[in-house]
Each structure stands twice: as C-alpha cells, then as structure tokens.
C-alpha cells in the first residue's frame, strides 16, 4: 500500500491522544501519591502545586507509628492464606465438574448450585453470613473473615473451563498406567492449568487485600485490623484525618501494583480471553 | 471400563469438589435460608426471637425510607450505567486502534485504577473533590468560579461518588471490551475499508453490532455492581449529607448492624435479592442474552 510514506503522521496524533488519555486516567492517584508527600501545613494552604516544596515521609512515620505494619502483615496473611485456599479448591472443584460429566450425572446439578453464587450479591446476604460466622465461634477471628469467601464461582468456573478444553484421553491413558484419580489431578492436571492458576492467583490476593465489609464487621480487636479497616478508623465523626489517610491509602494500594506490574503478562491476556468478574 | 471405575470415580468426584461445596454450604446456602427464615421474626441479633409471621414484610412496604433509598439507587444506578459502559467502550477502540503504539503501557495505567479498593478509589477521588482545599475547586476559583459544596448538596455528592465508581471500572470494563474487539474478524474491517466505509461509519456499522454480546455482559455487570455500591460511598460520603447517597445496602447494614433489627433486614435483604435478579432477567430477556 501507498501509506508508508505517512506512517509517523498517522500514529503520532492518535498514540499522544491516548497518552493523554490514559495519564487522566492515572492522575487521581498521581496527585495523591504527590500530596501524601507533602507537609501538613502545605496540604492545607493556598496556591496547589503539583510537587511538594520539600518531600516529607512525616505522614509516613505517623501512620507506621499507628501499627500500620501490623495492619499490612494481617492483610498479607489473610490474602496469602485466603488465596492457597481458594486455588487449592476451585482448582479440584472445577477440575471435577469438568473431567467426570460423563461418569457422574448430577455434575451439572452441584455446577448449578454454585453458579447461584453469581446470581445473589453477596452484600445481601452478609446480615446471616455475621450470625453463622459467630454461631461458628469465629467471631474476632481471621478465620471468620477467610472461610467464607475462599469458594468463589468465578475460580470454580475458570477451572472447569479450563478442563473442559483438555481431552479426557490424558485422564484415560494416566489411568492405564495405574495413576490414582487424585494423583492424576496432582501431578498431571494441575499442572497444565498454570494459566488459570496465575489470573486466579492475582485476582483472589487482590480481592483478599482490598475486603472491607467481613473484616469491618468480623473483627473487632484493634490488633487483628486490616490495613482497609485501619483506613476507615481515619475517616471519623467530625471529618478526614488527611494527612493520615493519604499515605494509608497509598501504602495500601503499593504491593497490589507491584504484583500486577509482575504478573500482568499473564493476566490481562487470561482477563481478555475469558472475562473474569470482579 | 466405566462400570468398572464407577464407584471409585464417584467416590473421588466427591473427594474433589467436597471441600468448596460444605464452604459454600455453610457460609452462602446456610445464611441464604437463615435470612428467609429470619424474615419472618423479630430477631435482633441477640436473644430475641419470636415468630412474627409477615409483619417485617408488612412494614417493609409501608416503610418510605426503604422506598427513598430504593430509589436513590435506583437513579444513581440509571445516571451512572450509560458512562460506565460507554466511556469503556471509546477506551478500548482508542487502545485497539492499529495507529495507536504503546498499547501495553496505556493500557496498563487505564487498568490501574481498578486494582484499588473501593474504599481507596472514594478516597482518591473525595481528595481532588474536597470543598476547600481540594484540585477541582481550585481550578474552578483559578478560572474565576465559584467554588462547589461537593458534599453538601446532595446531586453534586452522587456525583462525586459516580464520578469515582466509573473512574475505577473503566480499566476492567477495557479489558473485557479489548477481548471482544479482538475477536471481530479483522476480514470485515477490511472490507469494509475497501468499500470505503470511514472511521465513524465503521464504528457504528460494524463495531458497535458485533460487540452486542460484549456491550450486554458489561452493561449487566455494571448493573448489578452499582445497585450493590457500598465501600465506595464510605470513601466519599459514608452515606451523607443525611441519608442522602445512603443506597440499599447500606440501608440494609444500617439495619441489621447499627439498629439490631436483623429479621427486618433480612426481610429487605429478600426482596433486594428478588429486585436485583429480576433486573438482571429483565435486561437477559430485552437483550436476548447478547444475541444478535
């Protein structure tokens, strides 16, 4: 075609036209990364600027003084742990509804059953979902904040679809050789679902380390908060406590960038393909 | 040979999908009946409960703040769904056009936003909202406005809050629509250049269409997504001025957990359930499940 001669011309204005586009995207939290930085007295005065006069890690030191270390390190445990679970489960879960719908009838009935996970929020069912965790004795316990949201049908799903793409003839000739139904999904299935273990991976840590309304409402010991509830406690009755919550929030939202940053190779093209809900 | 498995396949099916389905069980089922049964009691989450037959659900219907704040979310849910499915949309031509270089990079920092919690994109937002100190009044005064109450009046509160909601969406409703660009043929696209379809002309004619079944998925994510909005609102307003953004699940929170009246929220709880599906049937049914 005639068009080489105008290359640079045709994708210079659209690629700088989407840079701006996507830097207003960005720049909510630019600004308040760059506010997080600056002095207290400087957040509050007349005129903005964009950049601190003096860069200060004072709401830094003040939020860390508050225990935000062990905030993060409850968070980290919960999502850490929350997330081996729900990979462990929905892998064998939907590895099971996948293989052995030709063997077992009602696959599609127990499939059915989960998918009402979909159909109901959540939040409308959270008034019974506090009782049940108390009854269970898992009141102010990070187990009550873990157990119930380790099953996702989301993860289930994935795995069954994933599964399903694999031809059962790799189940049969495991079989032949004498491998055991659970050591053919240990050692042979699993392991060829590495995609949909790394997408799951990522989205449930994000879920895990960003839930706000079990743990608002499960754990009540100051010592046992996450870093979101430790967040909410600076918006009080008589208003924000600013400086605090700026370099709260931004010391929250650090490790889930930096994983996605790791991680988004392999995300965004599983996200593309199949759609993940949030 | 299956005859011959049968029992040991069986026995190892539910080996397998035991453990999600006693925690489903326990922490999704067991609450879902729990609330139904609830609904019909007094119960307060404590030592009370008497069997009160439909009274809840009596008094469920008469109640005006349950009317107000259904349709509170009711509009904000309209207001807010054509931009949180549009502006995706433009996004992800924009970032799938072949005259666009950098596609990775742009389309990673529109992402982020979505990789914060709700509680932190209200705070993000509220920041460059604040009343006195906040980026957005201070442009309007540098421009010689007048400086806005964002969350003193009411409209310009929702505002904020839907502002931040679809701010933190976009990024993930991309990606959904990236997926579905990319599978259009791209033969069409070229027809249609040869037959010297433009820009516009093409978009309409042919993006648009063959993203129906996309268009319906995010349009019934976003539904739901905004009727449910909740930690979102407790980074902006907490609910205020009033209980004027306070939407139905907080309501529903309020209700259960600051006024004790758990088999009333429960009964809410119900029919929110039914109104949520039956809109999400609604919208299945008018679009045909994506069908063109």
Redesign the interface.
Known sequence: MSRKPYRTGKTLLPTVLTFVVALAFLFPIIWLVLSSFKETGELFSYPLKMFPSKFSAGHYQKVIRDGFFSYIYNSFYLAVVGTAITLVISSMCGYALAIYRHEVSYTNIIFGIFLLGTLIPGETLTVPQVTVISELGLYNNIWGVILPVVTTTTGIFMFRQHYLSIPLSFVEAARIDGSTEVQTFFRIMLPLGTSSIVTLALFSFMWRWNDYILPLLVLSDQKKYTIQIAIKNYIGFNGVDWSSILAASVMSMTPIIILFMILQRHIVGGLAASGVKG | M?TQ??K???R??W???A???I??T???????L??IG?SFTNYD?WKTMDFIGLKNYRELFSDIKFYNALGRTFRYTLFSLPFKVIVPLL?AV??T?K????KG?????????S??????VG??????FGA??G?IN?LIKLMGGVPLQWALNYKLATFVISFASN?AS???YM??F??GI?NISGEIYEAAAIDGSSNVQTFFRITIPMLAPTTF?VTL?ST??L??E??LV??IT?GGPGLNTTFI?QF??DK??NQMQ?GY??AI??V??II??SI?FVQFKISNGGDR
């Open positions: 299956r498995y049968g040991r396949h069986v190892a099916f080996f397998f999908v453990p999600c389905l925690l489903f326990t922490f999704f089922l067991v609450p879902l729990l609330s609830l989450g996004v924009l970032v056009a005259s666009v270089k950098a990079i742009v389309r990673t920092m529109i992402y982020t936003p990789l914060l919690s709700a509680l932190v705070i993000t937002i509220n920041w460059m006195e100190y980026l201070y701010w976009t990024g993930f990606v959904i990236i997926g990319n998925l994510l739901v997504n009727l449910k909740y930690a407790q980074g907490q699940i529903i929170f259960g957990f758990h929220a429960s709880s119900l929110v359930m949520f599906a999400a």
